[in-house]
C-alpha cells in the first residue's frame, strides 16, 4: 500500500538513507491524495 504512494517520490525516498523520511514523505502525499 505504501509502496503505491511513494511511487512519486521514489526517487526522493532512495536518497534519503532514514526510512523515517520515507515514511514521512509517505504519509504527506497521503495528505495531499485526501486533498484532491
Do not use: A, G, P
Amino acid at each position: 500500500m505504501r509502496k503505491c504512494f511513494s511511487i512519486k517520490r521514489k526517487s526522493y525516498s532512495i536518497e534519503t538513507k532514514y526510512q523515517v523520511v520515507e515514511m514521512k514523505v509517505d504519509e504527506y502525499n497521503l495528505k495531499q491524495l485526501w486533498n484532491h
